[in-house]
């Protein structure tokens, strides 16, 4: 009996160790469910699109997301854009589904992406709900101004799973654009007709990423118009007299011979900068929102306001800017468009 009641009183005494302390918690196993295939993202109109967790394929409807993918080093994964698509060179080579405006939806579902990218400025909403319709999700940008086209580019880079080459790529386009506003911020601006198109004379309205990159470069337009693509009265030009007409090419360094088609039409002749030759040629990057406008900005600065860039004014001055035959000149704006004209479609 001794003995009983001293292994009892033993037993009593180890219970208290192997029940559980009061207020802790019993261990949580691991749970064993996989990781969820989609997110969720918002995209620049306010939609919400389920996306997969890693995007490896992607398919461009606009020259400027594809120039934005190049940019962010992820153009391995891009498997198709469109006929328009032509910078960088590489581009071209990708698969081709057809133009921004009616691209191939069977061979874009052919092409099996991951997500769409499309913009509001150029592509259509029938697009989009065609893509949704089979079961393709889109993320759309929509960029007006030239912080927003950077904000975008990094934005874009987050979605895309490249957040750090979003950043990189944000950060270098603050700093240059900070870099240039250093130079010419206190400079007066420059009186400028950005031209789109010549015969009907077609410009550009206030509200535009291209008249805030004039306005980033040291100069303003004389258009005050709340249309994006304005038709615009040479009489009214001619009584505005800008300083410097503004055209934007993709071979301004090989225009040659037929600007001055321009000083033989009456209706031009009265304009100053006709008469003075006074135009400024640059990249159709800026017809683009893309990281490239930056380039675009910093080269129509040096033109502009050559005396804050002493080092490039010798090369870089505004003088006579010589075009292409009219006939050419027509054949190329026929090529682009489909970009710059038909930038009124909205999603």
Known sequence: MPVMRARFALLLGLLPACLPVAGAQAPVEQSSAPAPAFREVT?????????????????????????????????????????????????????????????????????????????????????????????????????????????????????LGAAEAGEAVAADLRRRLDVLQQKIGALPPRRVLFVVWTDPLISIGKDTFIADALRRAGATSIVDSRQDWPQVNLEEVARLQPEVLVFADSHSEAVPASLDILATRPAWRILEAVRDRKYAVISDAVNRPAPRIVSAIEDLAVKLHPEAFPEKAAAEKIGIVKARSEKTVRAAMRADSEINLECQCAL
């Open 43 to 159: 995209d620049e109109t306010g939609r919400t699109v389920r996306v997969p967790q890693a995007i490896n394929r992607i398919v461009s409807l606009a020259p400027s997301l594809t120039e934005t993918v190049y940019a962010l080093g992820l153009q391995d994964r891009l498997v198709g854009d469109t006929d328009y698509c032509d910078y960088p060179p590489d581009a071209q080579k990708k698969t081709k589904v057809g133009g921004a405006i009616n691209p191939s939806l069977e061979q874009i579902a052919h092409l099996k992406p991951d997500l769409v990218l499309v913009t509001k400025h150029l592509n259509t909403l029938d697009t989009v709900h065609s893509l949704d319709a089979l079961g393709i999700a889109s993320y759309a940008t929509d960029p007006r101004t030239v912080d927003e086209i950077v904000a975008s580019s990094k934005r874009l880079g987050e979605v």
